[in-house]
């Protein structure tokens, strides 16, 4: 058998000086598509390959250089690791065909994963939608739990895979069925709206599931004029200023601790110091930070959303742009557009996310442990379903 060893360690920024931000650190230089002074992760260290899974060297220098080119960041994706990761990607995609999977992945993911071997990568709301609606009874899900229970609770006839067993999320593991059962206690005939990172049991004791879409929407078309939003707290925040005097909103206390991480302090401090040198910048946010960061921002949206709308601002000329949100988004961003873009400020990485690795793709797809598979009781299903349904109808 051969097999790749090790994971990837992470070694020292490339640091870098952009002229026009002299005390800035320019960090992690995007080699062909402009200046990123985004504070990245470290970037990864070739993995030590055992085997190349019968690949010759022409192949694997082939897939090394899609990879490389797919990822557009050289400097960090040196092609010394995509070498090493080739034969991997190579072998994956392989057996995906042999087996009839579908991979689909979340933004976050590390680049060699949504760019090596993924068939689909957005965000929470669009990949429910292409596990239902995938024709392979096989799905594999390359991202944190929730996400896979989802896919499970959408397309219960198929398998769905999920590399990373143990990948929580500070969201989906900071709130029980109970806790959903308590608070419909307390707030009888309240519709309960939960936010898609929460597990399978969470989901079957709610109304309605939302995701970082639409649960503005949502929210908004709900009957009544009270609801109880779980479990976070910055979102719930964020409808509660949002729906003022038209609706009331009980909260919950969850937090993303990626997310949280930002604050409206820093924002403000890192427009100014950029604004001091002559610098407009466009702050794009995830709804996951606190609402003081979502008042100093000038777009609030999705992964895929916040993505797009960097792409869509570039190609105006308007370059100089800065992320609140996962350093995945960086990643696509810089990925899917070929025109220059300046990326500034800091991006905070999920661990949770980031703990899958091709190998463990490769392990999961070859051959998967119990854990691997990911297992729901019928009755979960049929009732966390319900309120995946009814957020299908209501977006
Ligand atoms: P998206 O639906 O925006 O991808 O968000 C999921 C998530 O976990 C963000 O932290
Ligand atoms: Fe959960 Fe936050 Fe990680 Fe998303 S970024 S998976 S919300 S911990």
Redesign the pocket.
Same mark, same amino acid.
């Given at each position: 058998m051969e097999y790749l060893a090790g994971f990837p360690n992470w070694r020292g920024h490339i640091r870098h000086s952009n002229p026009r931000l002299d005390e800035f650190k320019a960090v992690a230089v995007s080699g062909c598509i402009g200046i990123m002074v985004i504070d990245m992760p470290d970037a990864p260290l070739p993995r030590t390959v055992l085997g190349t899974f019968g690949y010759s060297e022409s192949e694997i220098e082939k897939e090394a250089l899609r990879l490389q080119y797919a990822i557009k960041q050289p400097m960090r994706w040196s092609i010394e690791v995509c070498r090493s990761l080739a034969p991997m990607t190579l072998e994956i995609n392989r057996l995906k065909k042999e087996k009839d999977v579908f991979l689909i992945a979340h933004s976050?993911q590390t680049p060699d994963i949504t760019y090596g071997v993924a068939d689909s990568v957005a965000d929470s709301y669009a990949l429910s939608k292409e596990a239902r609606d995938s024709p392979n009874q096989t799905i594999l899900f390359s991202s #944190?739990r929730f996400m896979a229970e989802t896919a499970k609770i959408v397309s219960p006839h198929k398998k769905v895979l999920h590399p990373s067993p143990d990948a929580g999320? !500070?969201? !989906?593991d900071g709130i029980t069925a109970e806790d959903i059962v308590n608070l419909k206690e307390r707030h009888p005939g309240v519709p309960v709206v939960c936010y898609i990172?929460t597990s399978a049991a969470v989901k079957a004791e709610c109304d309605v599931c939302v995701t970082s879409s639409n649960y503005l929407g949502i929210c908004k078309k709900l009957p009544g004029d009270k609801l109880i939003f779980v479990p976070d707290r910055f979102m719930g925040k964020h409808l509660q200023k949002s729906l003022k005097g038209i609706k009331e909103v009980v909260i919950f206390d969850g937090e &993303? %601790? #990626?997310?949280a991480e930002f604050t409206g302090e820093k924002i403000r401090t890192w427009r100014k110091n950029m604004s001091d040198h002559g610098i407009d910048l466009v702050v794009l946010s995830h709804p996951?930070c606190d609402s003081e960061v979502l008042d100093e921002s000038d777009f609030i949206g999705s992964s895929e959303l916040l993505k797009d709308e960097a792409i869509r601002l570039a190609s105006q000329g308007k370059r100089d742009l800065m992320l609140i949100t %996962?350093c995945g988004t960086a990643d696509r961003v810089l990925a899917e557009t070929e025109d220059h873009l300046n990326l500034m400020g800091s991006c905070v990485m &999920?661990k949770?996310?980031k703990k899958t690795q091709l190998e463990d793709i490769l392990q999961a797809l070859k051959d998967p442990y119990p854990e691997q598979i990911v297992d729901l009781d019928e009755e979960t299903i049929r009732k966390a379903k319900k309120s995946i349904d009814e957020m299908f109808r209501l977006t």
């Open positions: 976050y #944190v999320c !500070s969201l !989906s990172n &993303c %601790e #990626v997310h996951e %996962e &999920c949770h996310m």
